[in-house]
């Protein structure tokens, strides 16, 4: 990593070992055997962490974890993190099943339950946050964490600007509307979680934009809106640029959120403009569609996903090849 480079760091609370199972048929009252299955290690922030490391932009992952699951957890991943820093709690890390089955086509997924923290463990994982971010980034993600308080993303903001970093979020619920009002550097909420934020239905592209720049009046300085297979549209007080995803052949859209995460935090740590930003959050975000299961984007494939992926500025009068596919 270049010396001048800022840190990233990646909190992940409430991890869990990822399992797919890769089946024909699931039959209800019938043993079904997979045909493929696989581990890998979970949670929001640690699959942003995963994104970085195909980015090959070296980032901190702080996870909580216990158990025998946690140790599996560490395992997994060691050669998909770059750092991996843990606080263990009593009780066991969870373990999130997903089945891909081929006939009809479709993907179910359960999510488990979690150790609940304890105060000193939640002490113990902000102080790591808060010294390995420096003055760099901070990748806050998830909202279902039992023992964390609703105000704990917005505390975060906080302090991580009094020691000069920028925080991402990608929550929804009353995390996100508390982060906001801490004025976040950045945060990503896909159409739902933005029209759960603003309490208003946002059916066409010019709403999102100004839902978007309504929350950038907020103070919170990047608001990126992802809106599935029709892209995204990334918004500043100033600034709205307008992105159409790559076409891709889905095969499972776990984790493309996560990708599209690491994509925006990797490009503004090193200074991308916003156009550049949005193209490679829209193409790691497509790429992990393309994948099995829990499989992120395979940075071969970028080149091609990238050159075929269009933004544009949205003041602009000539939209780009496709943007007609933004109708929402
Ligand atoms: N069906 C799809 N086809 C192509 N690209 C997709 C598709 N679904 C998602 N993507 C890509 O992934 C990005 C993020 O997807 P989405 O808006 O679904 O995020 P999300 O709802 O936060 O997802 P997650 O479930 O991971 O939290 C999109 O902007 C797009 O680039
Ligand atoms: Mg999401």
Known sequence: MALDMPPIVTLTL???????????RLIEDQKVHANANRFDPGGNGINVARALKRLQRPAHACAVLGGEIGALFTRLAAPQVEQLHDVRIDGETRINVTLQQQQPRAQFEVSGIGPTLNASALQQVTDMVLRLAGNGYAVLTGSRMPGVPTDYYAEMVNALRRQGARTVIDAQGEM??????????????NRAELEQLIQRRLDNPRAVVEAAQAVCD?????????????GAVLVSEEQAVLGV????????????????????????SRGDTPEDALRLALACGSGT??????????PRALPDLLSRTQVSNWQDESPPQGRSRLQM
């Open 14 to 24: 409430n991890p869990c070992v990822d399992v797919s199972y890769d089946i024909d």
């Open 176 to 189: 996100l509307a508390q982060a906001v009002a801490a004025r976040p550097f950045l945060i990503k909420p």
């Open 218 to 230: 907020q103070g919170v300085e990047w608001v990126c809106v992802s809106l599935g297979a029709d």
């Open 245 to 268: 995803a790559p076409h891709v052949k889905v095969a499972s859209t776990v984790g493309a959120g996560d990708s599209m995460v690491g994509a925006l935090v990797h490009a503004f």
């Open 289 to 298: 569609a393309a994948q099995p299961g829990t499989e992120l984007f395979d």
